[in-house]
């Protein structure tokens, strides 16, 4: 079943410089997707058009069958968002109370509330945090704080902004495990990166963006053959004409 | 400067830990109020609460006092302000400058209750996570007309998440400008130039990403309501302060 669908879509931005040049996609329930490129070739614009935090200057953005223009806010509780800036997302006072925001934004019982806060800074290793102050913690601590807010969210989609950023070899391999679990569970995941090495093994599907553009879509071992023309190093393993491995095992 | 530790909600399980918040920023209203009416007697009894309260919480005094440097300096002036303008008996006089007695006790009696103020604010933010001082305000604004109660709880806690941000922003303009030899610049003017401009630039840039935050998580005004817990704890402190209160400006 299909639950994200993109046709043509553009965004020109204030300046005149097109941050996205006819996107057409469609993306099934369930799959875990990769979109990599070159820094500045569109992968954050793209994204933010999946929850309506851009609107769309041409074409359209549907998510699970509803146009996002017509009602961001459904897309947005459909559709979590960890941001490729970490510091930019964090809006409560301690990391509890930023952890528990989203739950609250939909309403929950404050039992369920404080049952997904804590959940969820167990996943990402930060369990004795929850009275920390955020923006005095370190830059991979914050960025866990942005993932648990969204994984408290339980939202239908996941979408990772270069998640792996700022953090360390056991915070890549938990964070990792917990986008491996929540894919095992059924929940549709697109992660940016431009370091395939460190997922590739992971996902359904690899789409490599190039200007504003889909250069290449399709199975990942398929599609990361000479990525490097694209700005994308190509693993080492798929160099070596080996299987992708893993960073789990 | 954003590490304004003393100042800040700490961890504890104190019974000031466990007291609903509402009823904190009650006995504050209270306490303070009667702290400015009080004579040095009730100060004295105030003063060592206070104290008592704080090594409770395990702050230690010293850093307090290092933290409260700028906040003595200003009683220090408040204190000679008044010493030096009350008339009364002359006790020092030097050309034109003189003391009088009664400044001089009405100073102390100011400053103790200046002090005394900012220590019983001291025992309440640091024992009240800001998440329930918010609560509390929204519940205490509730019966106000015209004041959208959830919207200024919003606004609390963003400001509290602000402002060290603004601050530790200011920190980091500057440190990138030293870095890059601002410190050859003599002309004052210049450097202010260079400072504000991309420090508000970037203030209203973190504003905006702020916002873009809170709608990406579904922020409405319609929210999971605060938490309270009163308890017949929280009245039998509320008769008590209510007593220490009376007692405190009746004997004074
Ligand atoms: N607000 C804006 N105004 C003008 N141009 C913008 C704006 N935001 C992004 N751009 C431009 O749009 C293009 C795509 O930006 P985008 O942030 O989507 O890149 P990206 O693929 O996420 O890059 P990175 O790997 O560095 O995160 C870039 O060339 C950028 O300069
Ligand atoms: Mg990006």
Redesign the interface.
């Known amino acids: 079943m299909e639950i994200i669908r993109t046709e043509n879509l553009r965004h020109r931005f204030s300046d005149g410089t097109y941050g996205i040049d006819g996107i057409s996609i469609s993306i099934r329930k369930g799959e875990f997707v990769i979109i990599a490129g070159a820094n500045g070739c569109g992968k954050t614009t793209f994204l933010r058009h999946l929850?309506g935090?851009l609107m769309p200057c041409e074409g359209s953005v549907m998510v699970d069958g509803i146009s996002v223009t017509s009602d961001p806010?459904r897309a947005?509780?459909m559709v979590?968002?960890v941001?490729q800036?970490a510091d930019?997302?964090?809006?409560?006072?301690?990391v509890?109370?930023d952890v528990?925001?989203?739950?609250?934004?939909?309403?929950?019982?404050?039992a369920e509330?404080r049952c997904r806060v804590e959940s969820a800074l167990e996943s990402v290793g930060l369990s004795s945090f929850g009275?920390r102050?955020p923006?005095?913690l370190s830059g991979g601590e914050k960025r866990r704080v942005a993932i648990a807010?969204?994984l408290a969210?339980q939202s239908e989609i996941f979408i990772f902004d270069e998640p792996f950023s700022n953090l360390d070899y056991p915070g890549v391999c938990s964070l990792l495990e917990e986008i491996r679990r929540l894919h095992r569970r059924g929940h549709t995941i697109l992660l940016t990166t431009h370091d395939l090495e460190k997922v590739l093994a992971h996902a359904d599907r690899l789409i490599i963006m190039q200007q504003g553009k889909i250069v290449r879509d399709g199975l990942p071992e398929e599609c990361v053959k000479g990525s490097d023309a694209f700005g994308v190093r190509e693993p080492f393993a798929s160099r070596q004409g080996m299987e992708l491995s893993s960073w789990l095992n | 400067m954003?590490?304004l530790s003393e100042f800040?909600?700490r961890?504890g399980l104190s019974f000031l830990h466990r007291l609903d918040a509402r009823f904190k920023l009650l006995f504050l209203l209270l306490l303070s109020l009667s702290i400015l009416r009080a004579e040095f007697r009730g100060l004295v009894f105030f003063t060592a609460l206070f104290l008592f309260c704080i090594l409770r919480i395990r702050i230690s005094l010293i850093s307090l006092i290092k933290e409260m440097r700028y906040f003595l300096l200003l009683l220090f002036f408040v204190f000679a302000a008044r010493a030096l303008t009350v008339p009364g008996e002359k006790i020092f006089q030097y050309w034109q400058i003189s003391l009088s007695r009664q400044g001089i006790l009405e100073g102390c009696l100011v400053c103790w209750r200046l002090f005394a103020v900012v220590l019983l604010g001291l025992c309440f933010i640091s024992t009240s996570?800001?998440?329930e001082i918010r609560g509390a305000a929204e519940y205490m604004l509730r019966p106000v007309p015209l004041i959208p109660e959830k919207r200024v709880g919003i606004m609390l806690?963003?400001l509290?998440?602000f402002i060290?941000?603004i601050l530790?922003q200011a920190k980091e303009t500057a440190e990138a400008q030293r870095a890059r030899g601002i410190e050859q610049r003599k002309n004052p003017v210049y450097r202010l130039m260079k400072f504000s401009i991309p420090f508000l630039r970037r203030i209203f840039e973190?504003a905006d990403?702020?916002v873009?935050?809170?709608?990406?998580?579904?922020?409405?005004e319609?929210?999971?309501p605060p938490?309270y817990k009163a308890g017949k704890e929280e009245w039998i402190f509320l008769l008590l302060a209510g007593f220490v209160c009376a007692m405190v400006l009746f004997i004074s």
Do not use: K, W
Request: hydrophobic residues 30%; negative net charge; proline residues 6%.
């Open positions: 929850n935090l806010r947005r509780q979590g968002m941001f800036d930019s997302q964090i809006v409560g006072e301690t509890y109370d528990a925001f989203g739950p609250e934004n939909l309403c929950l019982e404050r509330v009275d102050r923006h005095l807010g969204i969210m | 954003a590490e800040g909600f961890p996570r800001p998440s806690s963003l509290i998440r060290p941000l530790n973190e990403g702020l873009t935050a809170m709608e990406a998580r579904c922020y409405s319609n929210r999971t938490e």
